[in-house]
């Protein structure tokens, strides 16, 4: 508990003596002169400065509340500023409120910003619950009139508190005061901090005799007390580069409309604090504020233009949003970059040597395949923080190479503080320097301001590192660009002891792999859905990039780090479900349009054709109007569909018992509670090894504080309960045999569909579930006869293996891991494989392959994952060596064919190695040719060749963002483990 209070009130805990010295100094700074008054609109949700109603106003007093948790308001702010003060440089207008403001002048124009909000150990502000605004420009007579837009956002992670206005007043400042009170504070941290006893009992007798003459009245005697201790040099060769920072989540504990209104208060309070502060950097890296900006804050646009032309506001990382890597598609990944690198080199000028930094500092863990990712887009180096949340070992590196799964490498800092909300002050600076395993190298980032709901560096964050440049007891302190810290880190990459190898996993959050169930889905539906729009438009020649630029840029906001991965209040998940069936929508539309133009589409007599849309051969059954056809299509191809004859009996493998069904291919038997005790191939080899989806009902507590983000790791130590079918029905229906198993229990049923299809080895289990339990998790559990000592698991563009057994932390660690498409494992006669639709989350351990299904936390979305889910997840056994037939699987699973009407052509691209996944073909940005990107899918060295029908006179070769690096020999094109190429079509 104790350790917790010092977390939460800082030095208010752990100083309470000086800590009220400083309050007693803090009430000599600012003296009231005039009040304000005050008049206020209150709405639930925002209105436009335009749009207010000067009629609409009613008087407020302090201790006025304007809501709860997102209400919105107005206060209008109008008073004199009296004769004598007018022009005095002394002279500044307070306001107190309880929340968030952007502060208007009488015109409209944004002028300052506001911000109250409880950070975890925060410095007490000079202000108390006041804050200078900056910029007010008097009237005639002195005359002063404001407006804020206020909004409260709940106190640290809850939705609990008011908002609440204090007053607002013009007031005199007393500098002599205020620079004693930033000295003071300063030196009270330090010796707080420092392990040096002589220091600490230096700056302890300077601050008694400070203090002691503050309270006599001598207000320069007290400074002159401070003075030898802050004109003490510093006597470290260690340098921190300082960028101030000020994360802001797109959406998390507050919804996207409030986001914008955060970033014009954290780019306003930037800009004014540039102003003022000689050398201050200021850093922000997600363009898609920046579009919010430039379409709502024109001005304020502007301002941020010249900032970054002065190189004062360095533009930091080239993705749209700071995004999740565990869950999103690898084409994702990849336009993050692409679209995030055109708005800054549009909007800004940027060059590439501007862009080579990845900022992503709390995203939940890295995928093994983001090196090759990032590299390929421009960029070498990256930042996070995030490994410090590790809540089984120690990430033992803090600066260091990260080499992916293709073997790209990037150069990595992890701020050693592990923060990216740094105060600045002289604990995190020595916290940082204990950290640092790599601290002889005598360098390190520091990203201070107040971050997550933005805000950046406020008054104290300047007035403490200000203090710190070159102060005895603690490394030396520069104001720096992140870019120019990691030009010099890479003159240093010599010195660096560690290469790691494969994903950054993140050793908490595994239960944002499941959380918000249908986000996940729509996800990946979406992101298939923009597939098939981008390779049918390539196909008939039509440049999709201004068409279905707006939906990517959509899904690229619902893929950052609190969306996607199920972590953000109830209306943020609801909108993001919205926002995807809305892009799923468009792009259906969209798609139909380009069908209608493919060859043999506009004869309407023709019959019905299949269109594959996937890099795989596919032969399969597929089920029109209620009657069955049987496709035939090659890769990037449409065929006409055969019927199949209804007369006949056609499939007379199929057959069933009372417990078991088959289809020649393979015979499952089923045990009482629903699960397949026994799958026997053609060759009477056995594939399970104690059942085969059982499905099992897990407690799943609360998980202070992070509920939705977390899983207990001991969660496996409770014996789950045993789900049991009430009802099982099996029919035949043309090529499939179909079992029907209802489960129900206290709070929800199951309705699931177990299928095996003619000709396949695939075993899907169609599944229905309304779900209402709380703090309950669903899982499917497999153990087959096949396992190894890893598990195969699907990351994007690739694959990575991951410990099954439990010998050491970090295997242990890693007790949940996400996969895509499939997760596979194997020994030496065979192997098995569990394929999804849209799940993530999997436990492959002991002999055990579960899949969580569904989860139900309450918070911070009480209601999460309640409803109705409809998905469907297959297994199927496999030779050791034919894990392609699991890749192709993943894909026909994720990637059914079109039906259109009399479609019809041959392949427009394939390969002539199963090994190489042609993932994406879509229009070349920039209008100039067709972009083909294939992918090495087995971790082996391997030449294809690529075989296409789309014109073209050249071929080139291409980073992931289009830039040529060479000829392409289609005949002869080599990759090594993992490549991911990106073939371009001109002429």
């Not at 008011?162 to 005199?172: F, I, K, M, S």
């Not at 890769?635 to 018992?657: I, K």
């Amino acid at each position: 508990m104790a350790n917790l209070v010092t977390w939460l009130f800082g030095i208010a805990a752990t100083e309470p003596g000086d800590y009220l010295k400083l309050r007693r100094i803090r009430r000599r700074i600012y003296t009231v002169v005039a009040p304000l008054e005050a008049e206020i609109i209150r709405s639930p949700e925002p209105i436009p400065f335009g749009d207010l109603d000067p009629d609409a106003f009613t008087a407020a007093r302090p201790g006025t509340s304007w809501g709860q948790t997102h209400d919105c308001a107005w206060i209008r702010l109008t008073g004199t500023i009296p004769e004598k003060l007018r022009g005095d440089p002394r002279t500044v207008v307070m306001l107190g409120i309880r929340g968030e403001a952007l502060v208007h002048d009488a015109g409209g124009q944004v002028i300052d910003s506001v911000s109250t909000v409880f950070l975890q150990g925060d410095l007490p502000h000079a202000g108390a619950q006041y804050r200078p605004l900056h910029h007010v420009e008097p009237g005639a007579n002195g005359a002063v009139e404001l407006f804020a837009d206020v909004s409260y956002n709940g106190l640290l992670l809850y939705a609990v508190g008011r908002g609440v206005y204090h007053g607002a007043h013009v007031a005199t400042r007393s500098d002599e005061a205020f620079d004693l009170y930033y000295d003071y504070l300063t030196l009270l941290v330090l010796a707080h901090a420092t392990e040096d006893e002589a220091l600490e009992a230096g700056i302890r007798e300077a601050l008694h005799t400070s203090y002691d003459r503050f309270a006599a009245g001598d207000l320069r005697g007290a400074r002159i007390a401070l003075a030898p201790s802050l004109d003490a040099r510093s006597e470290s060769d260690f340098v921190y580069s300082a960028i101030g920072h000020g994360h802001l989540d797109m959406a998390w504990l507050w919804p996207l409309r409030e986001t914008h209104r955060k970033a014009a208060r954290t780019y306003i309070r930037a800009l004014n604090t540039i102003e003022e502060h000689d050398g201050y950097l200021y850093g922000t890296s997600q363009p898609q504020q920046l579009l919010w900006i430039k379409e709502e804050q024109p001005a304020l646009y502007d301002r941020v233009k010249q900032a970054v032309e002065a190189r004062r506001i360095e533009l930091q990382g080239s993705f749209w949003v700071e995004t999740d890597t565990n869950l999103a598609g690898g084409e994702a990944l990849i336009r993050q970059s692409l679209v995030g690198r055109r708005f800054l080199k549009t909007e800004f000028g940027l060059g590439d040597d501007d862009l080579r930094l990845c900022w992503l500092p709390d995203t939940f863990g890295y995928s093994g395949n983001l090196p090759q990712i990032i590299s390929k887009s421009g960029m070498d180096w990256f930042q996070t923080i995030k490994l410090a949340w590790n809540k089984v070992t120690v990430f033992p590196h803090r600066s260091f190479v990260w080499k992916g799964i293709d073997g790209s490498s990037v150069l990595v800092h992890m701020p050693p503080e592990g923060d990216y909300n740094s105060r600045g002050a002289a604990d995190g600076l020595l916290t940082g320097l204990k950290q640092y395993p790599e601290r002889a190298i005598n360098t390190a980032l520091l990203v201070f301001g107040s971050g997550d709901g933005g805000g950046g560096p406020n008054e104290v964050h300047l007035e403490v590192t200000g203090r710190e440049h070159d102060l005895r007891g603690l490394p030396r302190v520069e104001y720096r660009s992140a870019g120019d810290f990691f030009r010099g880190l890479e003159q240093k990459v010599d010195d660096l002891p560690h290469t790691h190898t494969g994903e950054l996993y993140l050793e908490t959050h595994q239960g944002t792999y499941t959380t918000q169930a249908l986000i996940k889905k729509h996800d990946r539906l979406a992101g298939r859905k923009l597939h098939e729009a981008e390779a049918l438009a390539a196909m008939v020649g039509d440049d999709s990039t201004v068409v279905l630029e707006p939906h990517w840029r959509a899904l690229l906001l619902n893929n950052f780090h609190d969306i996607l991965p199920g972590s953000s209040i109830e209306r943020v998940n609801r909108e993001a479900v919205e926002a995807y069936e809305r892009i799923e929508a468009a792009a259906d539309a969209y798609s139909a349009e380009l069908i209608a133009r493919l060859p043999g589409a506009q004869d309407v007599a023709t019959p019905d054709s299949a269109i594959n849309l996937t890099s795989f051969p596919r032969r399969e059954f597929v089920k029109v109007d209620r009657l069955w056809y049987q496709a035939d299509t090659a890769p990037y191809a449409a065929a006409p569909l055969v019927p199949l004859d209804a007369s006949a009996s056609p499939f007379p493998e199929l057959h069933h018992t009372a417990d078991s069904m088959a289809n020649g291919i393979l015979t499952l038997r089923f045990a009482a509670d629903g699960s397949i005790d026994s799958c026997l191939d053609a060759h009477g080899r056995e594939h399970s090894a104690g059942g085969l989806n059982r499905l099992t009902l897990h407690r799943d507590p609360y998980q202070w504080p992070f509920d939705a983000w977390d899983i207990g790791q001991k969660y496996t130590e409770r014996t789950p309960r045993t789900l049991r079918p009430s009802s099982v029905d099996t029919t035949i229906d043309g090529p499939r045999i179909i079992r029907s198993q209802t489960y129900t229990f206290k709070r929800g049923s199951i309705e699931q569909r177990i299928v095996l299809e003619s000709g396949s080895e695939l075993v899907r289990f169609e599944t229905r579930v309304d779900w209402h339990e709380t703090h309950r998790m669903l899982r499917a559990d497999f153990w087959p006869a096949h396992y190894g000592d890893v598990a195969k698991c699907e990351i994007q563009f690739g694959h990575i293996e991951r410990a099954t057994t439990e010998l050491d932390a970090p295997s242990t660690a890693q007790f949940e891991v996400c996969a895509h498409k499939w997760l596979a494992t194997s020994d030496a006669d065979g192997g098995f494989a569990l394929l999804n639709d849209g799940k993530y989350g999997h436990r492959a351990k002991a002999g055990l392959i579960s899949l969580n299904l569904l989860r139900s936390p309450t918070f911070p979305d009480k209601t999460a994952d309640r409803g109705l889910h409809t998905f469907t997840y297959a297994f199927r056994p496999f030779a050791p060596d034919a894990l392609t037939e699991v890749i192709r699987d993943g894909y026909r699973l994720n990637n059914p064919l079109l039906i259109a009407p009399g479609a019809a052509f041959d392949s427009v691209a394939s390969v002539d190695h199963p090994g190489i996944v042609i993932e994406t073909i879509k229009p070349a940005e920039e209008g100039r040719g067709v972009i083909v990107r294939l992918y090495e899918s087995l971790g082996e060295p391997t030449t294809a060749a690529l075989r296409t029908t789309l014109e073209h006179s050249r071929a080139s070769e291409t980073d992931l963002i289009e830039r040529t690096t060479g000829d392409a020999d289609l005949d002869r094109l080599e990759f090594t483990p993992f490549e991911i190429k990106t073939i371009l079509l001109e002429g």
